[in-house]
């Protein structure tokens, strides 16, 4: 497909992909092949990109072009927030994929926990920061980005309390 030119997938194209992995890798045979693969001592990521790969081909798509592509969709689409929105959940499916390949079912079951607090704790920041300005919400905002970048995007710093909002509030 690459040999017209192109140098991105169509919108369509990568919504059929993302659409297509996260219908594939949610099948019970998949998922096996997956665990399979981490129990031979192969990187689960590995085997997650064959599958992109495949699904590449089933489009008449040449994979290394393909796979390339999903490098560039936050660059090219970055304006695009429905086509982000399919991209971090295609993104979120590949990562829930190898974490439940290379994660026992108790493990997985306390990541889920985890990521489900963290979530209600995202949440109840989101209403808080609603009861400022715009500009206030802004500020804090920024100060969020600051924090997360300071610790390397840990998503454990995507949290500010209460307090923390009205000390940065009122600086």
């Known amino acids: ?4 030119g192109e140098t991105m997938m169509t919108r369509e ?3 059929h992909l993302f659409s297509r992995f996260s219908f594939l ?3 019970p045979e998949v998922k096996q092949r997956i665990a399979d693969a981490v129990r031979d001592k192969q990187e689960a990521v590995a ?4 599958i992109q ?9 040449d ?3 393909g796979i390339g592509c ?6 090219v689409y970055e304006n695009d927030k429905d086509l982000m929105i399919k991209f971090y959940q295609f993104v979120a499916k590949e990562e ?5 390949a290379e994660l026992g079912p108790r493990e997985m079951a306390e990541k889920l926990h985890a990521q489900r607090i963290l979530q209600e704790q995202q949440l109840n920041m989101l209403v808080e920061m609603r009861k400022y300005s715009p500009e206030s919400q802004s500020v804090i905002l920024g100060t969020l980005r600051k924090q997360l970048e300071e610790a390397n995007f840990d998503i454990n710093a995507s949290i500010l309390s209460p307090d923390q909002i009205q000390e940065i509030i009122q600086k």
Do not use: C, H, W, Y
């Open 25 to 27: 890798t949610s099948l």
């Open 53 to 61: 790969e495949e699904i590449l081909r089933e489009m008449g798509i």
């Open 1 to 4: 497909m690459a040999a017209g």
């Open 63 to 65: 994979p290394s072009f």
């Open 70 to 75: 999903l490098g560039k969709v936050n660059v």
């Open 96 to 100: 829930m994929a190898i974490d439940e």
């Open 47 to 50: 085997v997650t990109t064959e």
């Open 13 to 15: 194209q990568l919504l």
